[in-house]
């Protein structure tokens, strides 16, 4: 591409990507709900803003520091003082359970209904597993339901990124050949990940003491060295083993949030922005990389996916998570009609969703394009319903 193209895609991207969240804005709606479909059909439409074409293989790198940088973000907001009694019992089984049960599911649902080979199934399963902040924050805000379950969706939905990520890679890992495939290198292979991204996050905070406390940077010169310590570490953990930058990422931000010493300012308008800004330019891109053709014959299927995760999978996961709880019936019913997928399920889609089908895994082709149905659906789903159903059930704070 010449370089007035290049930076017409740029500048394309961003305007659109900020147009969308400033129209959802005055349409009071998830920001989500336009940015997808504004993505799509603008990749539709012109080759300009397909990152592929624009950044090449910078692309993928980009995605997963961006990642962490929201991962990050949300860490900050993350009060490890609120986690505590039942609402700790409640999101550590939300994880614990709806992660394998989520998988395969979805998995099965994936070879049964979208005809993907056991590989393609698996890593399907896998993406689907997560939620995210960058969806369920938004959500949370419209709906405005009692703290306690803000508490309870907001650690699940910031912890399972991460876990997501890496159980991604763990099964890209298995998938493409590697050496030993059981279920015990498997495990051993999960395991490696996690004390990876836990050593990064480690060595992170020390890193954010020292420019931090240490050398008690002011605020501006603060939030560039944040900026900087997130990116160096998430991709030396990346470089490493895939995703465990995320892991690294967020343990990074519960440290800051919640270690005395670190003492950062409420208010973070700059941050804030950036990282709306990140969430609006991931979005669209990724969304431009969907081409109508693709999703062909995947639509009624991947609705029956959907149908079965929204109606069947999810209500048993939260009442299973909540049961031996003081959560009411309106509260477990409430968790069991939020999950919507995000920004790190279509990261991680599009980043091993390629390399699959390089590899000749059969149905990988289908990954991305159904990955994105299923965002779109359950965003337009959630986002539709959410304020409705917390009203219906007395959940809100002004009802």
Known sequence: MTTDQVLF???????????SQ?????LRIPSLIVLLPVGFAAGAMTADINPDRLLGEAFQPLVSLSVALILYDSGLGLDLRRLKGHVRRV????????VPVT??????????????SAEAAAMLGAILVVSGPTVVGPLLDFVR???RLRRILSWEGSLIDPIGGI??????SAVIGATETGSGAQVLQFASSIAIGAAGGLLGTGLLWLLLCGLRLGEVLGATAQLASVIAVAAACDIARDDTGLLAAIIMGLAVAN???FDLPAHRPFAEALVQLIIGLLFVSISATITPQSLRHLVLPTLGLVAVLVLIVRPLVAYASTRGTDLTAAEWRFIG?????GIVAAATASTFSTELVAAGVAGAAKILPATFLVIVTTVTLYGLSATPVARRLGLTRNG
């Open 91 to 98: 999101v550590v089984r939300l994880i614990a359970l709806g």
């Open 337 to 341: 009609w939020m999950a919507p997928r």
């Open 145 to 147: 339901p009692p703290e």
């Open 22 to 26: 400033v129209l959802a804005a005055r």
């Open 103 to 116: 998988a395969a599911s979805a998995g099965f649902l994936g070879a049964l209904l979208l005809g993907l």
């Open 167 to 172: 159980l991604g890679a763990v099964v890209f």
């Open 9 to 19: 895609g740029v500048g394309l991207t961003v305007a659109l990507a900020v147009g």
């Open 259 to 261: 270690l005395p010493g």
